[in-house]
């Protein structure tokens, strides 16, 4: 499943790079997806939207078993 969620976090980051942002995977543990987000998406006031709008949703359609994505 891991190398799924880093095969659709491929997909995302064009997504985010577009807007001085990045993502990088952490680790899996269990359901639960952690990441990171980087630069312009770090200090975004709407990070927390892009992490439950856009990278949460679109791993729970990519990989089925991801429950929830969460920073670090």
């Given amino acids: ?8 976090i491929e ?4 997504l985010l790079q577009r ?7 952490v680790e899996m543990d269990g359901a639960v997806v952690k990441v990171k987000l980087q630069g312009a ?12 709008g856009v990278v949460e949703q679109t ?4 990989v089925p078993g991801v429950e929830k994505v969460e920073t670090v």
């Fill in 41 to 52: 998406c770090g200090s975004c006031p709407m990070a927390q939207m892009t992490l439950k």
């Fill in 59 to 62: 791993l729970k359609q990519e």
């Fill in 1 to 8: 499943m891991e190398d799924q969620v880093k095969t659709a």
């Fill in 19 to 25: 807007d001085g942002g990045d993502i990088e995977f």
């Fill in 11 to 14: 997909k995302i980051r064009p």
